[in-house]
């Protein structure tokens, strides 16, 4: 993704859709919806159903749901962006980090990666 010369503005109207997306489809414990925009380059980069599943079975009791919240940060790199956003959950007062990497992939922005810390 060419962040060169984008405005915040412009990043996020371009990602947020993605995140919430994704976001939405871990609420509703949907793989399918899950990595419909995670970039699938490499078979062996393929986000694998078994690993949705056990960190499902890991933190959605004690999390709850996701709702993206405060932007931190935006990362502009030459190809990519990282953005940094506060995410809340269902079943925690206290906010997590919420890390999403973009890339341009065959003319579409997509997930390279994602990853929550709580």
């Not at 056990?54 to 919240?69: F, I, M, N, P, V």
């Not at 007062?93 to 003319?107: A, N, R, S, T």
Request: aromatic share 10%.
């Amino acid at each position: 993704m060419k962040a060169q010369g984008l405005s915040d503005q412009e990043i996020l109207g371009v990602v947020q859709p993605l995140a919430e997306h994704t976001e939405n489809a871990w609420n509703e414990k949907n793989y399918q919806e899950f990595i419909r925009y995670l970039i699938d380059e490499h078979p062996d980069q393929v986000f694998p159903e078994s690993e949705f599943n056990r960190q499902l079975e890991e933190s959605y009791d004690a999390l709850g749901k996701h709702t993206l919240a405060d932007l931190i940060h935006i990362h502009r790199n030459p190809d990519h962006v990282i953005v940094l956003w506060n995410v809340n959950f269902e079943h925690r007062e206290e906010p997590g980090l919420l890390i999403y990497g973009f890339k341009e992939h065959k003319g579409n922005v997509l997930i390279e990666g994602c990853s929550y810390h709580a």
